[in-house]
C-alpha cells in the first residue's frame, strides 16, 4: 500500500487557472481580474463560501451572514469585508441566484467566482481563498449550518492564540459538543462510519482537533497562503490534509465550539464518500511520511 501510494501521487496538486477563471463579474455585467492572495490584503474579512448546485440553501445562508456583516459595519465602519461565492461547476442557477446578491450590495462586498469545472470542495475553498483580498479569511459553508454570528467566536480563538509565529494561525469551529445529541438522531451504521472516521483521523493525521470537518474555519492569510499551496486532496478530507499540513509547519490552531444545526441537502453519500474519505486519509499519511508530498509556497497561475 505504502509503494502504491507513493508512485501513483502527483508531486503537487496543479494550481493552475482556466481563463475564465482569471476574471469575475461585476455588479454592472463587466469582468475584473480576480486579485491575487499575494497581494497585500485590502479588507480585514474574506468570506469564502464554496457551492455546488446551492441555489436552494444559499439564499437563507447569504442573507444570515450578509445582514450580520452589514450590521458590524455600521457599528464599526473600519470593519471592511468581502464575500466571495465559488460555483464551483454548478449545473443549477447557483450563479445566478448568487449575482443577486452582488447586484444588491455591490461588487466590492459580493464576489461571485465561477470555476469551469467542478474540482470538488477543497478545490473550490483554494480558488476562493487565492482570490481574496481578507487579512482574515473564514471558510463557510452554503448551507448555513453554523450561525453566522459565531464568527466572533473562532475571531477570539484566533485572537488567543497569539503572538503567531509567521503571522500563521488557525480557529477551528467544532461541534464536538453536539455529538452526543447528534448520535441520538443517527442509524447505528452512520454512527459506526462516524466513529471510523473519527479514530482514522486521531491514528494517522490529526490528533489535537477533535472536529475537523466543520466547515467554519478561520486563518490568517500567510497561513491560509501556506496551507492551501501545499494542498493534494480537493475533496471531502481536504480539511484533514489542511490541518495536517498546519500541523507539520507548527502554525497554532484551535477548536472552538459553535452552534450548528443539520441542513437538508448534503452532497455526501453516507458509505461511498466515507469510504474515499478513509482512502484519502490513508494516502495523506503515506505520501508525506515517504516524502511522495511536499510542503511548497507556489502561486496560482
Avoid at 475564465?20 to 497581494?39: L, T, Y
Avoid at 457599528?75 to 447586484?103: H, L, W
Avoid at 478545490?123 to 448555513?144: E, H, N, P, Q, Y
Avoid at 480563538?157 to 467544532?174: D, E, R, T
Wanted: proline share 4%.
Amino acid at each position: 500500500i505504502c509503494t502504491i501510494a507513493h508512485v501513483t501521487a502527483k508531486k503537487m496538486p496543479t494550481l493552475h487557472r482556466h481563463e475564465e477563471e482569471k476574471f469575475f463579474v461585476n455588479a454592472e455585467g463587466r469582468k475584473e481580474p480576480v486579485p491575487s492572495i499575494h497581494d497585500p490584503p485590502t479588507r480585514e474579512l474574506s468570506v469564502v463560501v464554496p457551492s455546488y448546485n446551492e441555489e436552494d440553501r444559499l439564499p437563507l445562508m447569504m442573507d444570515e451572514a450578509l445582514d450580520y456583516l452589514e450590521k458590524r459595519q455600521k457599528r464599526d465602519p473600519s470593519f471592511t469585508y468581502e464575500v466571495i461565492v465559488v460555483n464551483d461547476g454548478s449545473k443549477d442557477q447557483t450563479t445566478k441566484v448568487a449575482m443577486e446578491y452582488c447586484k444588491k450590495y455591490g461588487s466590492n462586498k459580493v464576489r461571485v467566482l465561477s470555476l469551469v469545472k467542478n474540482r470538488g470542495k477543497g478545490g473550490a475553498v483554494r480558488m476562493g481563498v487565492f482570490s481574496s483580498r481578507g487579512k482574515k479569511i473564514l471558510m463557510a459553508d452554503a448551507d448555513g449550518a453554523t450561525k453566522f454570528a459565531d464568527t466572533e467566536k473562532v475571531e477570539e480563538g484566533l485572537k488567543n492564540l497569539q503572538p503567531w509565529p509567521n503571522q500563521m494561525a488557525i480557529s477551528c469551529g467544532s461541534r464536538a459538543h453536539l455529538e452526543k445529541d447528534s448520535i441520538a438522531k443517527r442509524s447505528y451504521f452512520r454512527t459506526l462510519l462516524m466513529y471510523g472516521f473519527h479514530f482514522l483521523v486521531w491514528f494517522l493525521c490529526v490528533k489535537e482537533i477533535r472536529d475537523t470537518q466543520c466547515g467554519f474555519k478561520l486563518l490568517t492569510r500567510e497561513a491560509a497562503l501556506r496551507t492551501f499551496s501545499s494542498l493534494h486532496i480537493e475533496r471531502w478530507a481536504f480539511d484533514v490534509e489542511l490541518l495536517y499540513i498546519a500541523q507539520r509547519l507548527k502554525i497554532p490552531i484551535a477548536e472552538v465550539a459553535v452552534n450548528w444545526t443539520e441542513i437538508e441537502g448534503s452532497k455526501l453519500v453516507p458509505f461511498w464518500s466515507w469510504l474515499q474519505m478513509g482512502k484519502d486519509l490513508l494516502f495523506i499519511r503515506l505520501r508525506y511520511m515517504t516524502g511522495a508530498w511536499q510542503l511548497e509556497t507556489r502561486k496560482c497561475n
